[in-house]
């Protein structure tokens, strides 16, 4: 592999490093199984990255944060199941891939307020890969609230718009650098492509979700009718995402 120190942005490695040590504060696994499970992520990536000129230079990088969507899913999945039981892994994490793809769809097919990259493997309109890292990135925001004694409702849900909005702020400056998705008209941007609104509307949107499971938690349902609950209230969560991604210009 040659010259690969050129092809990988910069931003993708400061968001691998801040994933990594984010994810080990949030959910308390030991730094040495940590690196193994993400040491073979890095390998393949860079080896997509550097077969990438071998190719006629064709755009591999979406590849790369689709790998790192499913290394994170799974992760935080298996965390959730060991940790807090299969009920609650499956009331978070398939509502709320759910909510993704509805909320892709229909900003891909009616609002286009940002495209993704040509090579992003999709469900119809929405990205298929992708979509799983709103409900990670979710994961371990509550889970930086747990673990920093948050434990009034408003306390955890203001933990975890500051834990959502600073996990997406460099994955949005890696995305914009790599072009894995591009914003269409941003009225503020930094880091030379990211608008200004992309972090809010990740915080807000942990927000949203937390507020509605909240309730629901903490309604008679049994586990089961929890899970069918929240399904049900996907399309509810997911144009309340893109109503708060408007308001904030993003």
């Given at each position: 592999?040659?010259?690969?120190?050129?092809?990988?942005?910069?931003?993708?490695?400061?968001?691998l490093m801040l994933v990594l040590g984010a994810t080990n504060f949030a959910l308390g696994v030991?730094?040495?199984?940590?690196?193994?499970?993400?040491?073979?992520?890095?390998?393949?990536?860079?080896?997509?990255?550097?077969?990438?000129?071998?190719?006629?230079?064709?755009?591999?990088?979406?590849?790369?944060?689709?790998?790192?969507?499913?290394?994170?899913?799974?992760?935080?999945?298996?965390?959730?199941?060991?940790?807090?039981?299969?009920?609650?892994?499956?009331?978070?994490?398939?509502?709320?891939?759910?909510?993704?793809?509805?909320?892709?769809?229909?900003?891909?097919?009616?609002?286009?307020?940002?495209?993704?990259?040509?090579?992003?493997?999709?469900?119809?309109?929405?990205?298929?890969?992708?979509?799983?890292?709103?409900?990670?990135?979710?994961?371990?925001?509550?889970?930086?609230?747990?673990?920093?004694?948050?434990?009034?409702?408003?306390?955890?849900?203001?933990?975890?718009?500051?834990?959502?909005?600073?996990?997406?702020?460099?994955?949005?400056?890696?995305?914009?650098?790599?072009?894995?998705?591009?914003?269409?008209?941003?009225?503020?941007?930094?880091?030379?492509?990211?608008?200004?609104?992309?972090?809010?509307?990740?915080?807000?949107?942990?927000?949203?979700?937390?507020?509605?499971?909240a309730r629901v938690a903490r309604t008679r349902l049994p586990e089961r009718g929890r899970l069918?609950?929240?399904?049900?209230?996907?399309?509810?969560?997911?144009?309340?995402?893109?109503?708060?991604?408007?308001?904030?210009?993003?």
């Amino acid at each position: 592999m040659k010259n690969w120190e050129r092809q990988l942005p910069f931003g993708l490695v400061v968001w691998l490093m801040l994933v990594l040590g984010a994810t080990n504060f949030a959910l308390g696994v030991e730094t040495r199984v940590m690196a193994t499970l993400l040491t073979p992520l890095l390998w393949l990536g860079l080896d997509w990255l550097g077969a990438g000129r071998a190719r006629g230079g064709m755009n591999v990088y979406p590849a790369v944060v689709e790998l790192l969507a499913i290394g994170l899913f799974a992760g935080c999945v298996w965390h959730a199941t060991r940790v807090a039981g299969r009920a609650f892994a499956q009331q978070w994490f398939i509502p709320l891939y759910l909510v993704a793809l509805i909320r892709e769809t229909i900003n891909q097919a009616a609002l286009q307020t940002y495209s993704y990259a040509p090579g992003i493997l999709r469900v119809g309109a929405a990205p298929a890969l992708v979509a799983l890292l709103p409900a990670s990135i979710f994961y371990l925001a509550y889970q930086f609230a747990r673990r920093l004694g948050a434990e009034r409702p408003a306390g955890i849900a203001s933990v975890m718009f500051l834990s959502a909005l600073s996990l997406a702020l460099p994955l949005e400056a890696t995305a914009a650098q790599a072009l894995w998705w591009v914003y269409a008209e941003p009225r503020l941007v930094v880091f030379g492509r990211v608008p200004v609104a992309a972090p809010l509307v990740w915080g807000g949107a942990a927000v949203i979700w937390y507020a509605v499971w909240a309730r629901v938690a903490r309604t008679r349902l049994p586990e089961r009718g929890r899970l069918y609950a929240l399904i049900t209230l996907s399309p509810i969560i997911a144009l309340a995402q893109l109503l708060l991604a408007l308001a904030l210009g993003g």
